[in-house]
C-alpha cells in the first residue's frame, strides 16, 4: 500500500511522499513486490505508445515552424506520464486534459486527425472518436479540475463503477479552481483522479517561485486525498499508481491527488524561447540521464524483448500513421462559415440567425 | 383539473418552489446545489421544503465555492445531469465567472454541439431591500454578453414558474434572476402542474398608445406605477416587461414603439454597456423613423451600487420614469 495519508512528526514532506519508481533510469527493475507487473506484452505496448505520441509531437512541431498548423504545445519529456496515465482508463471514463495532453487523449484512442485539426485552429478537432468521454483541452488554467469533480459526482450518482481523470501542472495547484476542484471532491467522495504532470514550469516561472512546497501531493492532505508522489519519467510508476487510485474511485473511496515528477524538454508553446528563463543545458541532462524513452527500451533490452524488426517496425508504423493524419487534417473540408453561428445554442436564436445570413449574404456564400 | 383543496396564490419564491419541486418530482436527472439551500431551505427559503422531500441526494448543500460548485455542476451537465445551481446572492457569482464565460456557454460550440451544458443558475439581484453591500447588484449585462448564455428575468409569480420550468428544460445554461423586492411583494393564482413560458418572449403588462416603457425585473412595479400616475393625467403607457433579457424579444420591442413612437427604457443597472443600451439599438434598427422623440433612458447610476443609507437616490422612482415620460411627450 503507498497510500500516504499525512506526515509523521519530524519528517519532512519530502520524506512523508517519498517519489515512487518501479523501474529505475537504468531500467532496472526496482521493485519485487510489484514485479508481476512487468511483462513482455506491457512493456512493449508502454514503449510504442511512447514513440508513437514522441513522434507525433516532432512532427507537430515541424509542422508549425512550416506554417500547417498553429501555434503548438509540445510535451516531448512527459510520454510515461501520459502514456502511463491514459493506459490504466476504462474506455467508459472521462478524461479531462489541457492543452498539453494530447499525448494522453490520443493514448486513450482520440483521433490523431482531430487532434492535428485543433491545432489549426478547428473545433471540428475537439470530437472525441464515438463513445469517448473526451473533453476539449482546458485552456484556462485548472478551470477543467471542478468539470471533472463533476463527472465524476454524475457517475457515482448514476451509480456505475466510472471515474473521471483530470489533468493539470505545477501551476495549476495555485489557482482557486484547483482547491475547490479538490474540496468538492473530497466533500461528495466523487471517484475522480487528480492527476498533475509536475514539469516543475509554468512557462517560464519554476516551482521553487509558484510555491513555497516541496512537494504537491501535499496538498491533497488539507483535503483529506490520499496523495502519492511518482516518478513522471517512469511509465510503470505512473500506470501501477493511477490504476490503484481507480480501484480507489471505483470501489466508492473517493479522489486521489497524484504528483507526476517529469520535465518538459521544450518551450510551453511553440511561441516561446525556453533558453529565456532556464537553463537548456538541464533539459539535455535530463534527457540524457532520466529520459523517459531511453528507460522503457533499457529495459526491454535487459528483457531480451528489443528485437531490431519489432524496434523498427513500430518506429515505422508511428510515422506512416501520423503522415496519414497530416494528410487527412490538410484535406480536411475548408472552414465553414455557418459553423460559427451554428453550435452557439442548440436552437438558434433570431439575432444569430440574421447575423448569419448577413455573413454568409457578405461572403457570398450558400446559406445552407 | 379538478381539486378539493383550494390553491393559495403564491409568491414568486413560492412559485419557483413550486417549479423546482415540480421539475424534481418530473426528472430525476434534475439536481439542486447551492450554499444553504438544504437543511436552511435557502436565504430567501426559495428551496424550502425541497431537501425533505427529495432528499439530499437530490437537493446538496455544497461548500462555499461558487467557481468549484458552478465548474462541477458543468462537469455534471456534460454527464447527463440537469443542475439548477443557486448562486446566494448575484453579487457573489462572480467567482463563477469564468467557469460561466469559457466554459459553460462555449462547450456546445466548441465541441459542435457534441458536449452541451444544461444548467440552470438561480440568482436573487437587485436592490430596494435594504440589503448588505453587494447583495445589490443588478449586473445582468455582464451575463447577456455572453454568447450561448440566455438570461431570464421574471418580475411575478406566473412567469416565475414557467420560466423556471422552461429554463430547466432549456438544452443551454440559463441565468434565472430573480428580483429580490419581488420575492414577497405580489401573490396571484398560479395554474398548478407544468407550464412554460417561452424564452424570448415578453409581455405587454399594460396596452397603451403614447409611450412605451420597457423594463424588466424589480423595476416593472415602478414603471406600472409611473403608468397608472401618468393615466390620471390622461397619458397612456403601454408597459413592456421583456422577461428575457437575452435573446431580447426584438418583435414585441417593435411592435410597441412603432405604434407609440415615444420609448423610454427603465433599468435599475448601471448605464454603461447596459441591457437598455441593447433595448435602444434595436429601435434603432428596426423603429427609427418612428420615432417621435429620442429614446430615454431612466436608470441606476454608473457608480458602485450604493450602501443601503444611499440606495433611494440610486434607484429609479416612478417620478423619474413619469418626468422621462413627459419630456418624451412634450418633446
Known sequence: MTMILGAERGRTMEEAYPIQQLLDPEGKWANEEL??????????????NMVRIRTFDRKAISLQRQGRIGTYAPFEGQEASQVGSAMSLSKEDWLFPTYRDHGATMTFGHSLCNVLLFWNGRNEGNIPPEGLKIFPPGIPIATQIPHAAGAAFAEKKKGTKNAAIAFFGDGATSEGDFHEGLNFASVFQSPVIFFCQNNQYAISVPQNKQMKTKTIAQKGLAYDIPSVRVDGNDVFAVYHHVTEALERARSGNGPTLIEAVTWRYG????????SKYRNQQESQVRRDRFDPITRIENCLKANGWDEENWMFGIKQKAVEEIDQAVEEMERFPPPNPAVLFDHVYKNPVPSLVRQKEYLLDVLGADNS | MTSSVERKPLTVAGAINEALSDMLREDERVILLGEDIGQNGGVFRVTEGLM???????????????????????????????????????????????????????????????????????????AGVRAPEIHCDSTESIFTHMPGMKVVCP?????????????????????????????????????????????????????GQDVTIITWGAMTAVSMKAAEALSKQNISCEVIDLRTLSP???????????KTGRTVIVQEAHPQSSVANDVLSIINETSFLYQKAPVAKVSG????????????FYLPTPERVMQAVMKAVDF
Not at chain 1, 267 to 274: F, I, K
Not at chain 2, 192 to 206: M, P
Not at chain 2, 301 to 312: A, H, K, L, M
Open chain 2, 155 to 207: 418580475s411575478n409569480p406566473y412567469d416565475a414558474k414557467g420560466l423556471m420550468i422552461a429554463a430547466i428544460e432549456d438544452p443551454d445554461p440559463v441565468l434565472f434572476l430573480e428580483p429580490m423586492r419581488n420575492y414577497r411583494s405580489i401573490s396571484e393564482e398560479v395554474p398548478e402542474g407544468l407550464y412554460t413560458v417561452e424564452i424570448g418572449k415578453g409581455k405587454r403588462l399594460l396596452e
Open chain 2, 52 to 126: 425533505e422531500t427529495y432528499g439530499e441526494e437530490r437537493v446538496i448543500d455544497t461548500p462555499l465555492s461558487e467557481a468549484g460548485f458552478v465548474g462541477a455542476a458543468i462537469g455534471m451537465a456534460a454527464n447527463g445531469l440537469k443542475p439548477v445551481v443557486e448562486i446566494q446572492f448575484l453579487g457573489f457569482i462572480y467567482p463563477a465567472y469564468e467557469q460561466l464565460m469559457t466554459h459553460a456557454v462555449r462547450l456546445r460550440s466548441r465541441t459542435m454541439g457534441h458536449f452541451s451544458v444544461p444548467i440552470v443558475i438561480r440568482a436573487p439581484y437587485g
Open chain 1, 267 to 274: 518551450a510551453h508553446t511553440t511561441a516561446d524561447d525556453p
Open chain 1, 35 to 48: 514485479k508481476p507487473l512487468l511483462t513482455e506484452e506491457r512493456t512493449k505496448s508502454f514503449f510504442e
Open chain 2, 301 to 312: 447610476f454608473d457608480t458602485p451600487v450604493p450602501y443601503f443609507g444611499y440606495e433611494d
Open chain 2, 248 to 258: 431580447i424579444d426584438e418583435d414585441l420591442i417593435a411592435s410597441s414603439v412603432q
